[in-house]
T-cell receptor
Framework: EAAVTQSPRNKVAVTGGKVTLSCNQTNNHNNMYWYRQDTGHGLRLIHYSYGAGSTEKGDIPDGYKASRPSQENFSLILELATPSQTSVYFC?????????????FGPGTRLTVL | GDSVTQTEGPVTLSEGTSLTVNCSYETKQYPTLFWYVQYPGEGPQLLFKVPKANEKGSNRGFEATYNKEATSFHLQKASVQESDSAVYYCALRFNTNTGKLTFGDGTVLTVKP
């Protein structure tokens, strides 16, 4: 069954530390996305990718990097984590740029930065 | 710029009552409209989508009409159930070149038995 998985599901990090959130999809979708979810802000796009080797900035990219080493995997990297990055992070995949294309979401990673 | 605004929550209803969650948008483009639902501990999942103006989407008793003139896409259900308790997101795709979605802030719905 096609799916988007994320690891870890929960993470506690210290301020200034490096955090890597991983996402894997078996949908064979070209596009992948990273969002953060905060109360009162809904889902906001951080980075996205059109395929292996590509990364694009979303609406709130500051303080985050992304890496797409393969079709299946997309990582979100916090080089110097800060408490303001405490949030729930969702990865999604989509089958392209067609107008009808929906996105399929993973279960989320809850990140707490102390 | 392009934007989405939806009903602020939380919304609390009794089983069997009707639901309306408002969603309005601003754009000079012709977006595809989506409603997503998120149950506790899960990621959002598609409820339904409507790519064309003046068409209706529906699923699980929920429905919404793409009203291009009013730039609205309100979610409705005639009779809610306790199992409908979730967060509902209106989302729009403004730019078909990127596949990006713009989400509203979400509406938390609690249905009491």
């Amino acid at each position: 069954e096609a799916a988007v998985t994320q690891s870890p599901r929960n993470k506690v990090a210290v301020t200034g530390g490096k955090v890597t959130l991983s996402c894997n999809q078996t949908n064979n979708h070209n596009n992948m996305y990273w969002y953060r979810q905060d109360t009162g802000h809904g889902l906001r796009l951080i980075h996205y990718s059109y395929g292996a080797g590509s990364t694009e900035k979303g609406d709130i990219p500051d303080g985050y990097k992304a890496s797409r080493p393969s079709q299946e995997n997309f990582s979100l990297i916090l080089e110097l984590a800060t408490p303001s990055q405490t949030s729930v992070y969702f990865c999604a995949s989509g089958d392209g740029t067609g107008g009808n294309a929906e996105q399929f979401f993973g279960p989320g990673t809850r990140l707490t930065v102390l | 710029g392009d934007s989405v605004t939806q009903t602020e929550g939380p919304v609390t209803l009794s089983e069997g009552t009707s639901l309306t969650v408002n969603c309005s948008y601003e754009t000079k483009q012709y977006p595809t409209l989506f409603w997503y639902v998120q149950y506790p501990g899960e990621g959002p999942q598609l409820l339904f989508k409507v790519p064309k103006a003046n068409e209706k989407g529906s699923n699980r008793g929920f429905e919404a009409t793409y009203n291009k003139e009013a730039t609205s896409f309100h979610l409705q259900k005639a009779s809610v159930q306790e199992s409908d308790s979730a967060v509902y997101y209106c989302a729009l795709r403004f730019n078909t070149n990127t596949g990006k979605l713009t989400f509203g802030d979400g509406t938390v719905l609690t249905v009491k038995p």
